[in-house]
């Protein structure tokens, strides 16, 4: 163990948070969570400890740690699955495995949506949040938010009142025991407290409380008071969107990236572009946006083509002429284009940005050897091959190959890993194509905005097949729409049960009118 890692071991906090382990380069090759710092890492070091093979194999390589505080330990249960999503440390193998990838899913469309967990989200209107690399964490977070704000679990209506509801964790949805729209006041609630307005929450129940109190509506205050109760006995923000609240500053691979690209700032935000369609048909193109390096699925966006046939270039420009045509002045400037793709793909998206006077920088990232694909004049990057050379080589104030990057608060250097040593530079025309390594944090980062842009693309791509592939019997019914077959199918999955619901079940999703219609339409022997 080297000095500096003795100090810092006497600095711990006697706090909840996310320890990151770090080898003498710098890298970060292990990401834990604690519900006490100090007792957790001070247990890898113990000599009395005994540790499994991997653990022994882990503490031979830690040459410094570095530490987050957070509020609960909850807070770093959830803040260590970002950190693991975002840096792959590759000793984190149980939490890398895809098969643990957790989506939670909100469907706000419905007439009563459920909340439910997935590993595979579609493009079919509902909120998701994630991917979470600790399933039990975000199970466990939301078994005590139910208590807080009841919701339904129920993605096919049963016809009788469930066990949760005589619990008090279901509002009755089965038996419309509370209305749609007082239900979803209460998702929304769950929805921003999920986002990190625990503060601003709070004082809306405390306000309306107190107003219902002076109405004499104590029961109804009871209520709230309760809930209030409860939110102030978690205590917990939880760390459960996209968005990104440290100083990215911290961030390896926006830090490595800046520097590769010689960009003026940070690139705050990332926009990747994808094409996706078979055979030229259900042809889509999607553009996710990477915030501070973490997916920020609000700013979204997809475009079905216009253009047919099988030609994935002439995608791209329509796809990049459809996003800077100047009609979407209140989408945010991107920092930079990521092109899922090589030097044709690339080419194409720059030929459509100069046309309509665009300059962003732009790259692409071939997927068969990982290669970032610049064009030496056209990508809106200062680049050179003697420059990423001399960068790659140069010294920290540790002597290390890093970064060296001052942190606001301390005024400290901020020593960041730089793993691009051993890249691999080489021309072909106009073209660069930089080779890092597969574990540096470039690539990781533009890996997971790559990899993003697709699922987003396949999702759109897959729901416009279905959607041309399937009809439903609530196809002929008249006077009922696509958006009326939506609702149904949201709330009761299928046709088959539709047909057996009650004119009453119906009325609570589509109203009085139409649930009459479909109602005789399903039973014309008792019109």
Same mark, same amino acid.
């Given at each position: 163990m080297n000095d500096t890692l003795q100090k810092k071991l006497k600095e711990l906090p006697i706090k909840p948070g996310v320890y990151f382990h770090k080898s003498t380069q710098g890298e970060i090759i292990y990401v834990g969570k604690a519900a006490n710092l100090r007792n957790r890492v001070r247990q890898y070091f113990q000599k009395s400890r005994v540790r499994d093979i991997k653990t022994d194999a882990l503490?031979?390589?830690?040459?410094?740690?570095?530490?987050?505080?957070?509020?609960?330990?909850?807070?770093?249960?959830?803040?260590?699955?970002?950190?693991?999503?975002r840096y792959k440390p590759r000793f984190n193998i149980l939490l890398r495995d895809d098969k643990s990838q957790l989506y939670v899913r909100i469907p706000m469309n419905d007439a009563y949506p459920s909340v439910s967990f997935t590993r595979g989200p579609l493009d079919d209107g509902a909120t998701y949040f994630g991917p979470y690399y600790n399933g039990w964490a975000v199970k466990k977070a939301l078994r005590y938010l139910r208590r807080v704000f009841p919701y339904s679990t129920h993605e096919t209506m049963p016809k009788k009142l469930c066990l949760q509801y005589h619990i008090g964790l279901c509002p009755g949805v089965e038996m419309q025991k509370i209305s749609s729209q007082d239900y979803k006041k209460t998702l929304q609630k769950l929805v921003r407290y999920l986002k990190g307005e625990r503060k601003a929450l709070m004082k809306e129940i405390e306000r309306d409380m107190k107003r219902l109190a002076q109405q004499h509506k104590f029961e109804e205050a009871m209520v709230l008071r309760n809930r209030l109760r409860d939110i102030k006995e978690l205590q917990r923000q939880i760390i459960f969107g996209d968005r990104e609240f440290m100083d990215i500053s911290k961030d390896q691979g926006l830090v490595g990236l800046q520097r590769l690209l010689s960009l003026a700032?940070?690139? %705050? /935000?990332? @926009?990747?572009?994808? =094409?996706?369609?078979?055979?030229?048909?259900?042809? &889509?193109?999607?553009?996710?946006?990477?915030?501070?390096?973490?997916?920020?699925?609000?700013?979204?966006?997809?475009?079905?083509?216009?253009?047919?046939?099988?030609?994935?270039?002439?995608?791209?420009?329509?796809?990049?002429?459809?996003?800077?045509?100047?009609?979407?002045?209140?989408?945010?400037?991107?920092?930079?284009?990521?092109?899922?793709?090589?030097?044709?793909?690339?080419?194409?998206?720059?030929?459509?940005?100069?046309?309509?006077?665009?300059?962003?920088?732009?790259?692409?990232?071939? %997927? /068969?050897? @990982?290669?970032?694909? =610049?064009?030496?004049?056209?990508?809106?990057?200062? &680049?050179?091959?003697?420059?990423?050379?001399?960068?790659?080589?140069?010294?920290?104030?540790?002597?290390?190959?890093?970064?060296?990057?001052?942190?606001?608060?301390?005024?400290?250097?901020?020593?960041?890993?730089?793993?691009?040593?051993?890249?691999?530079?080489?021309?072909?025309?106009?073209?660069?194509?930089?080779?890092?390594?597969?574990?540096?944090?470039?690539?990781?980062?533009?890996?997971?905005?790559?990899?993003?842009?697709?699922?987003?693309?396949?999702?759109?791509h897959t729901t416009l097949k279905r959607k041309g592939a399937t009809k439903s019997l609530l196809d002929d019914i008249p006077g009922v729409g696509a958006a009326t077959r939506r609702k149904l199918l949201h709330s009761f999955v299928s046709a088959k049960t539709i047909a057996e619901l009650e004119q009453s079940q119906l009325t609570a999703v589509v109203g009085d009118k139409r649930a009459k219609v479909i109602y005789n339409w399903f039973h014309p022997a008792e019109k």
């Open positions: 503490v031979a390589e830690i040459a410094d740690t570095d530490w987050i505080e957070v509020e609960t330990e909850l807070d770093a249960l959830f803040l260590e699955s970002e950190m693991i999503k700032d940070t690139p %705050k /935000r990332i @926009e990747g572009y994808d =094409i996706s369609h078979m055979s030229g048909t259900n042809n &889509v193109a999607s553009m996710v946006v990477a915030t501070n390096g973490l997916a920020d699925k609000s700013q979204y966006r997809k475009f079905k083509m216009q253009l047919a046939g099988n030609n994935d270039f002439e995608h791209m420009r329509e796809t990049m002429r459809r996003r800077f045509s100047g009609r979407h002045a209140d989408w945010p400037n991107p920092s930079l284009l990521l092109i899922d793709g090589g030097k044709g793909q690339l080419s194409s998206a720059i030929e459509a940005l100069e046309s309509l006077d665009v300059h962003i920088p732009v790259v692409g990232l071939a %997927k /068969r050897d @990982e290669q970032i694909v =610049i064009h030496t004049t056209r990508s809106n990057i200062d &680049v050179s091959v003697d420059a990423i050379k001399a960068w790659s080589k140069e010294k920290s104030p540790f002597n290390e190959p890093q970064a060296a990057v001052i942190d606001d608060k301390t005024g400290r250097y901020q020593s960041v890993s730089i793993e691009e040593e051993a890249s691999i530079i080489s021309s072909e025309g106009d073209f660069m194509l930089i080779t890092l390594p597969k574990n540096s944090h470039i690539v990781k980062l533009l890996q997971r905005v790559r990899n993003e842009s697709h699922r987003f693309a396949v999702s759109y």
